[in-house]
C-alpha cells in the first residue's frame, strides 16, 4: 500500500513590521543563517527543488530539509517530508516523478498527487543507461593482486604483532582530509566498463578491461558508442594526473583519441550526434617540461564524433575560463558559467563558430544552474554581497527573472547589515585592482575614524565578490570597515593576470593589496594606525608575507593555515605540484631553492612587530601546521606577541560550526586587543 507524502507549507515572510528596528549581526546569528543549495529543475520546466541547510548548535550537525517550489513563483515554496521525517537527494526522474532518501530507502512521488512509492528493482539501476534504456553501463572494480606476506617465523610474529605505527613506501603518502598515511595509489584497483541489459534477458558483458579508471561515461545519442576519461598511468607515482579522452563502441573497439600532455574533462555528445564536445587544460607535467611561466588556459573543445577533422576551440579568442558545459536541445550551443571580475554569469558558445555570448547580468554571483528538458527555462541560485543564496528563475535568454525563495528574508529584515562598495585602484605598476569595501553597520562618518580589516582570499587561483560571507558581516557589525580585494592571480580577469605572480608569489599581489590599502585610507574615514590583515590557505601566506615586507603597516594580523617556508613546506604538503611549477622546480635545483627561500615569510622574520594570532588545524596536510609553529616561535624569540590556536583533528579547511564559531571569538578578541582605540 502506498505511504502518503506529507507537504508541509512554510511561511517565507519577506518583511516585518516597519516599526521593529533593525539590529547588529551578532555571534548567535550564525546558526541561524541557512544555505540554499542543489536546485534541480523539473523536465517541464514546472518545478524547482532546492535544498536549505540548517546549523545546529546542539549537535554540531546541519538539518537538511527538500523544498519544492512552482518556477512562475506563484505559490510559496512547500518542504518534502515522508511521515514527518525530512528527504534529502531530491532529484527529477525522466518521467516527472521527485526521487528522494528518507533512511537510505529511495522513493519516488508524483509532487502533485503526493503519493509516495519506494524505489523498486524496476527503477531506473545505478550506472549510466543507454539512449533506448536497453543498457546500463557500469564501473566495477578489478582489485590488484597483493603481494605475498612475508614467511615470518613464531618469534618475528610476535614483534610485528606488537608494532605501533605506520609503515608505507610510496611517495603521495599524504592527502589532506585522509586518514595517515593515504592510501597507496599503486594498489587502486583498476576499473572496467560493463554492460548490463535492462530490458531483454541475458548476461552482462564486459566492455573495457584494460588497466584504466574510467570516469565521465556519456553514451552516443545513436546508443552505438560511450566516451569517457581514463588516466593510463594512474598508479605511476612519478607522473601527475593526467586523463584523456577514449571511446568504445558497443562491440567492443576500443579507440585512444588523445596523448598529448594536456588534461581533458567534461566529455561530452552533442544532441545530434555530431560532434564531442570536452574541455581541455595543461597537464601540470606539460608546464614543467616546457618549463613554462604559466599554467595555461581552460579551453572548450569539440570534434566530429566520427574522429573525422581537427578539434576546434571553441574559447580560443575569450579570456575568462568556462565552467561545466549543457548543450542546447538542437546541437547550436554550449551553455556554462564562468566569475568575471567578482561576479559569476552563465554564459553560451555557439558551435561551431566559437562566438561567446553572456547570458545573465547583474552584480551577483549565480551558481547551480538547471535547466528544463527544452531548455527553454532554468534555475539558480544568485548571492550577494548582503544576501545569502536564494533560488531564482528565467528563460534561457536570462529574461523574466523571478525569485522562487526568500528562506533568509525574514531574518535579515531585522539585521542591519554593513553596506558593501566595488573599488577599483591602480596598484604600484599601474596595473588596475578591484575590491569590495564593506562599512561598518550603522555607519556614521562623524563617528570615525573606523579600524580596517584587510582580508586576502586563498587559492591562489580563486577570486571574491559578490557572495554573503557571514564573518565580515560580523566583523563590520562590530565596528570594523572590511576590505577584499582581487590581488593578481586572481580569476575573473583574463590569463596574464591569473600568471602575474609565477615564479614570485607575494610580491605583485603583495604590492596590489597595499595599494588598495592606501587607496581606501586616502577616501575613507579610517584610522590608518589600526589597521589588520588577515586571511587562510594562500591568504594565510598573504598574511605572513606582509607583515614581513611592511611592518609598519598593521597593527595586527590573523594568519588562518599560511606557509612561512617553502622548501619545508615541499616534502610535506599534498600539493608540491606548485613549487615544481610556479617556482619552476624542486628545492633541490638551486634556482627554484632560491626563489622559494627568496619568497618564504621566515626569511624575513626578523622585520615582523606585528602582534599575530596563528590558526591551523592539527592535521592540515595541505599546508602542514609546523608551518604556522615556524613563524609562530620566530615572532615570540623576537619578543613580539603571537598566539597560536591549534584545532583537534582538523584539516586544511578547520570545519565544524563549533570551530566556526570559537575562531570568529579568538578572532575578534584579536583585533579588539589590537586594533581599539587607546
Same mark, same amino acid.
Given at each position: ?37 542543489? &536546485?534541480?529543475?523539473? &523536465? ?303 554564459? *553560451? ?187 587562510? !590557505? ?47 622546480? &624542486? ?12 619568497? !618564504? ?22 599546508? &602542514? ?52 582605540? *587607546?
Amino acid at each position: 500500500m502506498p505511504r502518503v507524502l506529507t507537504v508541509a507549507l512554510v511561511a517565507f515572510v519577506t518583511s516585518v513590521s516597519a516599526a521593529q528596528s533593525r539590529s547588529p549581526l551578532t555571534l548567535e546569528d550564525y546558526y541561524r543563517v541557512q544555505t540554499v543549495g542543489a &536546485p534541480a529543475m523539473s &523536465p517541464d520546466g514546472a518545478r524547482v527543488v532546492f535544498s536549505v541547510s540548517t546549523r545546529l548548535e546542539a549537535d554540531n550537525g546541519t538539518r537538511v530539509q527538500t523544498f519544492v517550489v512552482a518556477t512562475d513563483a506563484a505559490s510559496s515554496p512547500r518542504e518534502i517530508t515522508y511521515e514527518g521525517k525530512p528527504v534529502s537527494g531530491g532529484r527529477w526522474e525522466a518521467s516527472g516523478r521527485l526521487r528522494y532518501m528518507v533512511d537510505r530507502q529511495a522513493w519516488t512521488v508524483d509532487v502533485m498527487q503526493a503519493d509516495a512509492v519506494p524505489v523498486t528493482a524496476e527503477s531506473p539501476a545505478p550506472g549510466t543507461p543507454s539512449p533506448d534504456g536497453a543498457w546500463v553501463a557500469l564501473l566495477t572494480d578489478v582489485p590488484v593482486t597483493p603481494a605475498p606476506a612475508a614467511a615470518w617465523s613464531e618469534f618475528e610474529t610476535r614483534h610485528a604483532q606488537r608494532f605501533k605505527g605506520v609503515i608505507f613506501d610510496w611517495m603521495q603518502f599524504q592527502r589532506d582530509g585522509q586518514p595517515f598515511p593515504a592510501p597507496d595509489p599503486r594498489v587502486r584497483p583498476a576499473q572496467h566498463i560493463v554492460l548490463r541489459p535492462l530490458i531483454a534477458a541475458g548476461p552482462e558483458r564486459v566492455l573495457v578491461d584494460r588497466d584504466l579508471r574510467p570516469s565521465g561515461l556519456v553514451w552516443h545519442p545513436s546508443g552505438g558508442a560511450i566516451a569517457f576519461l581514463a588516466d593510463e598511468r594512474f598508479r605511476h607515482e612519478q607522473t601527475y594526473e593526467r586523463t584523456d579522452l577514449w571511446t568504445v563502441t558497443t562491440g567492443g573497439a576500443l579507440a585512444r583519441v588523445t596523448d598529448d600532455l594536456f588534461v581533458y574533462g567534461g566529455v561530452d555528445y552533442s544532441p545530434d550526434g555530431r560532434y564531442l564536445s570536452y574541455a581541455r587544460t595543461f597537464g601540470t607535467d606539460k608546464v614543467i617540461r616546457e618549463k613554462l611561466d604559466h599554467g595555461g588556459p581552460r579551453d572548450l573543445f569539440v570534434r566530429a564524433a566520427d574522429g573525422s577533422g581537427a578539434q576546434v576551440n571553441l574559447t580560443a579568442d575569450w579570456d575568462l575560463e568556462p565552467g561545466a558545459t549543457t548543450w542546447s536541445p538542437d546541437g547550436a550551443r554550449l551553455y556554462f558559467t564562468a566569475g568575471v571580475r567578482g561576479e559569476s554569469h552563465l554564459f *553560451r558558445v555557439s558551435v561551431p563558430a566559437g562566438r561567446v555570448e553572456q547570458v545573465t547580468t547583474g552584480h551577483h554571483r549565480i551558481g547551480s544552474v538547471t535547466f528544463d528538458r527544452a531548455m527553454q527555462s532554468m534555475a539558480y541560485t544568485v548571492t550577494t554581497h548582503d544576501r545569502p543564496g536564494e533560488v531564482y528563475a528565467a528563460r534561457i535568454d536570462g529574461s523574466g527573472e523571478r525569485k522562487l525563495s526568500a528562506v533568509n528574508d525574514a531574518f535579515l529584515s531585522g539585521k542591519a547589515l554593513g553596506a558593501t562598495e566595488r573599488l577599483r585602484w591602480n596598484s604600484r605598476d599601474g596595473t588596475e585592482i578591484e575590491g569590495w569595501l564593506t562599512f561598518p553597520s550603522g555607519y556614521d562618518q562623524a563617528r570615525g575614524p573606523y579600524p580596517l580589516i584587510v582580508f586576502s582570499h586563498g587559492g591562489p587561483h580563486t577570486s571574491v565578490g559578490y557572495s554573503f560571507e557571514f564573518k565580515k558581516q560580523f566583523f563590520a557589525a562590530r565596528g570594523y570597515f572590511v576590505l577584499d580585494t582581487n590581488f593578481r592571480s586572481s580569476t575573473g580577469y583574463g590569463e596574464a593576470f591569473k600568471w602575474a605572480t609565477w615564479g614570485a608569489w607575494g610580491d605583485k599581489d603583495g604590492e596590489d593589496v597595499i595599494a588598495g590599502l592606501d587607496h581606501v585610507l586616502g577616501r575613507y574615514p579610517i584610522d590608518r594606525g589600526r589597521v589588520g590583515h588577515t586571511g587562510h !590557505s594562500y591568504g594565510g601566506f598573504m598574511t605572513n608575507w606582509l607583515i614581513t615586507q611592511y611592518p609598519d603597516r598593521f597593527a595586527a594580523a590573523v594568519s588562518g593555515a599560511g606557509i612561512s617556508n617553502w622548501i619545508s613546506d615541499y616534502g610535506t604538503a599534498d600539493i608540491y605540484r606548485t613549487k615544481e611549477t610556479e617556482f619552476f622546480g &624542486p628545492p633541490w635545483d638551486a634556482a627554484a631553492r632560491e626563489r622559494m627561500i627568496r619568497q !618564504s615569510p621566515i626569511t624575513y622574520a626578523g622585520r615582523i612587530r606585528t602582534p599575530t594570532l596563528f590558526v591551523h588545524g592539527e592535521v592540515d596536510q595541505r599546508v &602542514p601546521y609546523e608551518e604556522a609553529e615556524q613563524l609562530y616561535f620566530a615572532i615570540r624569540r623576537r619578543g613580539v606577541p603571537a598566539k597560536m590556536i591549534r584545532y583537534d583533528d582538523q584539516p586544511h579547511s578547520i570545519g565544524g560550526h563549533w570551530n566556526n564559531v570559537h575562531r570568529m571569538m579568538q578572532e575578534l578578541a584579536w583585533w579588539e586587543t589590537y586594533l581599539t582605540k *587607546r
